[in-house]
Nanobody, 120 residues
Framework: QVQLVESGGGLVQAGGSLTLSCVAS????????MGWYRQAPGKQRDLVAT???????NYADSVKGRFTISRDNANNTVYLQMSSLKPEDTGVYYC??????????????WGQGTLVTVSS
């Protein structure tokens, strides 16, 4: 009864900026950690950034200083602000979240992904 929906992907030139959003909806009691992961064609899915319920962030070294993760707990939304984009940032970006439903069931799930393409 919980789902994540990402949005905001698109085509952007190198050096540009883009902001992704992910909204969690359903029978949610609480959300612990939310995060963003990305997967380029032919490569594994890797962590980009995570953020705790108290808004403590963690970033992959490759995006530090360029990306900012944030969340709006009242609206169960996590954002990824991306700046100074590079072609190697290209990939499908997936949202991840873990938490507890109002039926006291734990969950961990993924969104369907949103494609980010950075042209050179």
């Amino acid at each position: 009864q919980v789902q994540l929906v990402e949005s905001g992907g698109g085509l952007v030139q190198a050096g540009g900026s883009l902001t992704l959003s992910c909204v969690a909806s359903g029978n949610i009691l609480s959300i612990n950690t939310m995060g963003w992961y990305r997967q380029a064609p032919g490569k594994q899915r890797d962590l980009v950034a995570t953020i705790t319920s108290s808004s403590s962030p963690n970033y992959a070294d490759s995006v530090k200083g360029r990306f900012t993760i944030s969340r709006d707990n009242a609206n169960n939304t996590v954002y990824l602000q991306m700046s100074s984009l590079k072609p190697e940032d290209t990939g499908v970006y997936y949202c991840n979240a873990d938490g507890v439903t109002r039926k006291y069931r734990t969950f961990e799930l993924w969104g369907q992904g949103t494609l980010v393409t950075v042209s050179s």
